[in-house]
Nanobody, 120 residues
């Protein structure tokens, strides 16, 4: 089992940047595929980005390509989401999730979320 804790959210102006962190504890983190999701008020949760267990493969939803970068440091048991050129529509609670499957359709482990607010 793994426990996930997100941090790094906050209030930023449009065009600004934030870096989210997802710190893991528990079992060996390096075997987990990790993804970021987000949920805006009144909307369903949506996929943002995913990174493979060894960090060699990444995948992004279209709306964040070229602006967000997912990365990981398995020595620190942490996955990051660097968010640049932020837009008001990026405002949401951001969650990280982990699973041992290579291409998960669902994730077994979730963090509690961190709020990101982008002002116009």
């Amino acid at each position: 089992q793994v426990q996930l804790v997100e941090s790094g959210g906050g209030l930023v102006q449009a065009g600004g940047s934030l870096r989210l962190s997802c710190a893991a504890s528990g079992r060996t983190f390096s075997v987990y595929t990790v993804a970021w999701f987000r949920q805006a008020p009144g909307k369903e949760r949506e996929f943002v980005a995913r990174i493979s267990a060894n960090g060699g493969f990444t995948y992004y939803t279209t709306s964040v390509k070229g602006r967000f970068t997912i990365s990981r440091d398995n020595a620190k048991n942490t996955v990051y989401l660097q968010m640049n050129s932020l837009k008001p529509e990026d405002t949401a609670v951001y969650y990280c999730a982990a699973d041992t499957k290579l291409l998960p359709r669902s994730y077994d482990y979730w963090g509690q979320g961190t709020q990101v607010t982008v002002s116009s």
